[in-house]
C-alpha cells in the first residue's frame, strides 16, 4: 500500500470492479490506450495485475480518495511487456477515470509509485510506453522528470491503426 496526502494506492477488492469497469468500457478513456473493455476483460486485467504480486512483487494497484474512498483510477509498476523496448524492465503505468482528470491525481500517484520504486527496487530505471498519439500520457511522463528514448510499432496493435506508433519514456534512479 502507498499513501500520499490526497491518495491510498492499494491491491484491487471485488468491491472496485464496478469503478474499474466503468473506467476502462468509457471510450473517451479508451481513446488511446485501446479498446474499450468487455466486463471478462476487466476481469481478466485485475487478475493479470493481481498475478504480477506474488511473481514480481509489482501490479498495478486501485487509486482511492483518502477523503471519500472513491475509486479514482489505477496506477503501478509492471514486467515491460515483451516485444517492445522495455521488455523485461520495470515499467510504470497509470490511467484515471474522465472525471478525475485534471486534478494532479494521476502525477501524485505516479510520483508515490516512482518513490516507492526507488525504495523497494534495483532497477536502475523505471519506464513507460504509450501510443505516440496520447499526449496526455507523454506531457506527464515528462513532468515526471522521464525522458523520450524509442519509438516503435507496438505489436498488439495491427498494421495500420492509429495507437500502433508508439513512444517509450525512462526515468534513471536518483
Known sequence: ???TARLLLRLPAPRDFGALHAMWSDPDVMRDLGPVKTPAH??????????????????????????????????????????????????I????????????????????????????RSEPRVVAITAACNLASRALMERLGMRWFAAFEHPVQPEGHRLRPSVAFAIPRP
Not at 49 to 59: I, Q, R, V
Open 1 to 3: 500500500m502507498i499513501e
Open 93 to 120: 503505468g497509470w490511467m484515471f477515470a474522465r472525471a478525475h482528470w485534471g486534478k494532479g491525481y494521476a502525477r501524485e500517484a505516479a510520483l508515490a509509485t516512482l518513490d516507492w520504486a526507488w525504495s523497494h
Open 42 to 91: 476487466s476481469r481478466a486485467t485485475i487478475a493479470r495485475h493481481l498475478g504480477y504480486g506474488p511473481s514480481h512483487g509489482l501490479g498495478f494497484q486501485v487509486v482511492e480518495r483518502r477523503e471519500d474512498g472513491a475509486v479514482l483510477g489505477f496506477c503501478g509498476l509492471k514486467p515491460g511487456a515483451p516485444d517492445t523496448p522495455i521488455a523485461g524492465e520495470l515499467e
